[in-house]
């Protein structure tokens, strides 16, 4: 047992054996109620309206108030004690008196942090000038049995921030702000929805078809109807169907599930707002969007500008648009309009140097919307309405009258999120039965994230339907963007995590990852090195050469090449942090990527990388980082021994003849290079010349 789970059990049974001594007085530490007179933030502006005066001795008022709450403080003074109780909404200072109290002022020793007490007494102000209540009488309303932490801050509490959102909520008041700011975006919502004629309704999360947009499902068994079903990715289709049903307008806040990789503003299980109005058009749609989100905006933060990310963002209409046809081609002058076939953009794409994941497998409109999502969408940053998508991108969307090649379709962008997806609905039953026919051929050629076939939706439509636009916003990402959070996981109560302690499969076998799973891009990763190296040049050139390396040997084992180039590059992220303290090298990389949702993969690969952590090295990933990443320090060295220290000079023959020469870069394990040729399965010879073309090909970046 480890000294700090000692500990805590130790503290678990003098918790205990306090719970003794309070129920030998004859208290009911776990009673079924208590009767509040006010709430604690009821009585602080009681006493700011009474303007109480500060006594030269306690003198309380007359009136008589019972509060209920934790004590997040405890101070005995000999004969006097002072407390800080919370409830839901404020704190207020609690006086116990001997004098008042007696014999029970006894029992003030067996308090704890974290002990529900309910409070009897009467306001005072101290000589400080603070609001206190004086105790008369205290009932227990429940005992703590484990400490409360002091508080929970930085990155080393990250993951218990989320695992134990509730100590979170308890210490950090900037949580509880942030969860209110959330409360508060779908009051406002709700209300306005309403106030403008929306009905609320709900409609089934399991159903025998996942459609309503394009995305991987997840699928569950059905025990009693022995079937298959898919969770919702999306309530459109259901909401479309109550449209039909007779309903003009109608909203959902609806929890959806896609099992897609994780990343800082994607979550598998989320929770989307979707609405659909009767004889809209998307231009309608877009006009009212705009009123909503910005008096959203002017109603929970008291005016039009926000601080996103240290950015202000002004939210205030109207707001720009563009065509997703004009921002690509500004972006990576790749005109869309002149390469409407999927094999003439993967070749133009592939011409411009322009590298997209998986991009064997994508149809047309998902072709383009990576290629937008690659060069364009981070550089929007003020709210803009992008318009035109491929009709190819929009299976459940209306042609464009002028243009049949485009969608009557707007997302709103902001800060290179993609918050808000509405457009024109197809109402056309015989047209979308077209579409989703050829969503289900590319679904079958390998596109897993294309629509399925719906017939039951397809038969409802066949009833009839009048125009229509409809609207989808993810509530998690507005809120993290609206209280600057990285991760959606931080504006969840409780979002799903890993078994602790729990080998993930990617620790107990070799697997292969995208980097659509990675949850980080090499802009991304840049970001986080240019944020903890800051200015250590030797650090960043070290780094580089790594991700060269690491790039070249996925390559050899026909691996993702910049999946691997992003563990060789974030490998010594929390060296400045810690290289006074070696053996905690890696877990804080681990903590700063956790949080930005890099794929456990990468991170166990990173960790395992300090070979004082004696990790298991049970992947190719985590056995060719631990064993180039000594390497490189060994070729840099030999390169600047030479007489022009430039890497062209170095040749495999010098490498070896410098490795056998323990003097030369002392520093260098070379047991751990030797383990290469084990790990690896390629004589060492050849690993060095690998690693050397590597770095040779940077050497510029290298200055060698």
Not at 209 to 219: E, N, R, T
Not at 285 to 300: D, L, R, W, Y
Request: glycine fraction near 4%; proline fraction near 3%; aromatic fraction near 10%.
């Amino acid at each position: 047992m480890s000294d700090g789970k000692k500990l805590e059990k130790n503290d678990i049974e003098i918790r205990k054996n306090k719970q003794k001594e309070i129920e030998k007085s004859g208290y009911n530490l776990y009673p079924d109620r208590f009767e509040k007179s006010h709430n604690i933030d009821e009585i602080l502006k009681i006493a700011e309206s009474e303007k109480l005066s500060e006594a030269d001795d306690i003198k309380p008022s007359a009136q008589v108030f019972s509060v209920a709450g934790r004590i997040m403080t405890l101070r005995v003074h000999g004969k006097l004690a002072f407390a800080n109780l919370q409830d839901a909404k404020a704190k207020i200072q609690i006086a116990f008196s001997n004098e008042i109290l007696g014999e029970n002022f006894d029992l003030i020793e067996n308090f704890d942090l974290g002990d529900y007490l309910g409070i009897v007494g009467k306001l005072f102000i101290t000589h400080k000038g603070e609001v206190t209540l004086m105790t008369e009488e205290f009932l227990f309303l429940g005992k703590a049995l484990r400490q409360l932490p002091e508080k929970f801050h930085g990155l080393k509490d990250q993951e218990a921030l989320y695992r134990q959102r509730y100590l979170d909520l308890l210490v950090n008041e900037d949580t509880r702000n942030r969860f209110k700011i959330r409360n508060s975006v779908i009051k406002f919502l709700r209300n306005y929805l309403e106030n403008n004629d929306f009905d609320e309704v709900e409609t089934p999360i399991l159903s025998s078809s996942a459609s309503g947009a394009l995305a991987k499902p997840f699928i569950t068994h059905h025990n009693a109807l022995d079937e298959d079903f898919y969770l919702r990715i999306a309530p459109e289709t259901y909401l479309k169907r109550l449209i039909i049903g007779g309903y003009e307008k109608v909203f959902e806040f609806a929890k959806c599930f896609r099992n897609e990789g994780i990343d800082p503003s994607h979550l598998q299980e989320f929770t989307m707002l979707e609405y659909y109005s009767a004889y809209w058009n998307w231009q309608d749609n877009m006009k009212f969007t705009e009123q909503m989100i910005s008096s959203m905006v002017k109603e929970v933060f008291g005016g039009y500008e926000t601080n996103v990310f240290d950015q202000k963002i002004n939210w205030q209409p109207p707001y720009d648009i563009v065509t997703m046809r004009d921002i690509i081609y500004k972006d990576s002058k790749i005109d869309i309009d002149t390469h409407q076939t999927v094999e003439k953009l993967k070749l133009e794409i592939a011409k411009r140097g322009i590298e997209i994941d998986d991009i064997e497998n994508f149809g047309y409109g998902n072709l383009v919307d990576a290629l937008y999502k690659k060069v364009s969408r981070n550089k929007i940053i003020k709210p803009t309405f992008l318009i035109s998508h491929p009709i190819a991108l929009s299976p459940l969307a209306r042609n464009n009258n002028d243009n049949p090649d485009v969608a009557d379709r707007f997302q709103l962008i902001v800060n290179g999120w993609e918050i808000i997806n509405a457009y024109s609905e197809l109402v056309d039953p015989v047209e979308q039965i077209k579409r989703l026919k050829e969503q289900s051929e590319l679904r079958a050629s390998g596109d897993e994230e294309a629509m399925m076939m719906d017939e039951d939706y397809v038969k409802a439509m066949e009833y009839g339907m009048p125009p229509i636009s409809g609207w989808g916003m993810g509530i998690d990402r507005i809120v993290a963007l609206l209280t600057s959070q990285e991760n959606l996981k931080d504006c969840i109560y409780f979002p799903l995590m890993r078994e602790k302690n729990k080998k993930s499969k990617t620790e107990m076998k070799d697997i292969e990852i995208t980097m659509k799973e990675a949850g980080i891009d090499r802009g991304g990763a840049e970001k986080l090195l240019k944020k903890y190296l800051k200015d250590d040049d030797y650090l960043y050139k070290h780094s580089l050469a790594v991700e060269a390396v690491m790039k070249k040997f996925a390559k050899h084992f026909k691996r993702n090449e910049d999946v691997w180039a992003l563990a060789g590059l974030l490998h010594d992220l929390d060296y400045p942090l810690t290289k006074n303290e070696p053996e905690k090298h890696g877990l804080i990389t681990e903590e700063i990527l956790s949080k930005h949702g890099v794929h456990p993969e990468i991170i166990y690969a990173i960790k395992a990388h300090n070979h004082l952590h004696e990790l298991t090295l049970d992947t190719l990933l985590a056995k060719t980082l631990y064993s180039v990443e000594e390497l490189t320090g060994l070729i840099v060295a030999c390169a600047l021994v030479q007489i022009d220290k430039k890497l062209s000079s170095v040749s495999v023959e010098s490498i070896n003849k410098k490795f056998k020469q323990k003097s030369f870069a002392s520093g260098v394990n070379r047991a751990i290079i030797r383990k290469a040729e084990e790990f690896l399965g390629i004589e060492l010879s050849e690993i060095f010349r690998m690693s050397l073309e590597a770095m040779q090909e940077i050497s510029d970046d290298l200055n060698l």
